[in-house]
């Protein structure tokens, strides 16, 4: 009687150890697609998709590492980083938020406490950060063409310099 009931037991473990392995294989299998299809990078990233409309311009570093990519709309702009670079990294926040980005925050201030600019089209930002880590810089109400400009050869700057401080800080193999 006793080994019918551990028979009934083990019988019962293989039945529920082959619908977990089941349901591993499908996540595995869906996991593999999203890899295949290019929505998912092997890093890990997702691949972001243009708006209709949008232009993608890559950002490279002189050496020609890809920093991050912009998806430039027609009165918006988004920066997403392919390099890992956490917003603590100078020049970040000292040049690109404070002098740049918050320097078009001023300067359409100004413009609209002088009647020249409608609020609604007032440059605006939002800096998407996970674990203090940059994912994503989107700009808002970006009309001007110099102004594009301006914040591309910046952010290009920026992430280059950000970039060149963390490979500067990792520690390189001693000689033995």
Same mark, same amino acid.
């Given at each position: 009687?006793?080994?019918?009931?551990?028979?009934?037991?083990?019988?019962?473990?293989?039945?529920?150890?082959?619908?977990?392995?089941?349901?591993?294989?499908?996540?595995?299998?869906?996991?593999? #697609?999203?890899?295949?299809?290019?929505?998912?990078?092997? *890093?890990?990233?997702?691949?972001?998709?243009?708006?209709? #409309?949008?232009?993608?311009?890559?950002?490279?570093?002189?050496? #020609?590492?890809?920093?991050?990519?912009?998806?430039? #709309?027609?009165d918006?702009?988004?920066?997403?980083?392919?390099?890992?670079?956490?917003?603590?990294?100078?020049?970040? *926040?000292?040049?690109?938020?404070?002098?740049?980005?918050?320097?078009?925050?001023?300067?359409?201030?100004? *413009?609209?406490?002088?009647?020249?600019?409608?609020?609604?089209?007032?440059?605006?930002y939002?800096?998407?950060?996970?674990?203090?880590?940059?994912?994503?810089?989107?700009?808002k109400?970006?009309?001007?063409?110099?102004?594009?400009m301006?914040?591309?050869?910046?952010?290009?700057?920026?992430?280059?310099?950000?970039?060149?401080?963390?490979?500067?800080?990792?520690?390189s193999?001693?000689?033995?």
């Open positions: 009687m006793e080994e019918h009931i551990k028979i009934d037991e083990i019988k019962k473990f293989l039945e529920e150890k082959i619908q977990e392995l089941k349901k591993e294989k499908e996540i595995l299998e869906l996991i593999l #697609g999203l890899l295949e299809s290019g929505v998912v990078s092997p *890093r890990g990233t997702i691949k972001i998709e243009p708006k209709p #409309g949008e232009k993608i311009v890559p950002l490279r570093s002189s050496d #020609g590492t890809l920093l991050a990519e912009m998806y430039i #709309g027609k918006e702009m988004r920066i997403i980083p392919f390099v890992e670079l956490s917003v603590d990294i100078p020049p970040f *926040r000292q040049f690109f938020i404070a002098r740049v980005l918050e320097g078009i925050k001023k300067k359409d201030i100004d *413009r609209i406490e002088r009647g020249e600019l409608d609020t609604s089209k007032a440059f605006d939002e800096i998407i950060v996970d674990r203090g880590i940059i994912k994503e810089i989107r700009l109400n970006i009309f001007d063409e110099r102004r594009r301006d914040i591309k050869s910046s952010a290009k700057w920026t992430l280059e310099k950000m970039l060149e401080k963390t490979r500067r800080k990792k520690p193999p001693r000689s033995r």
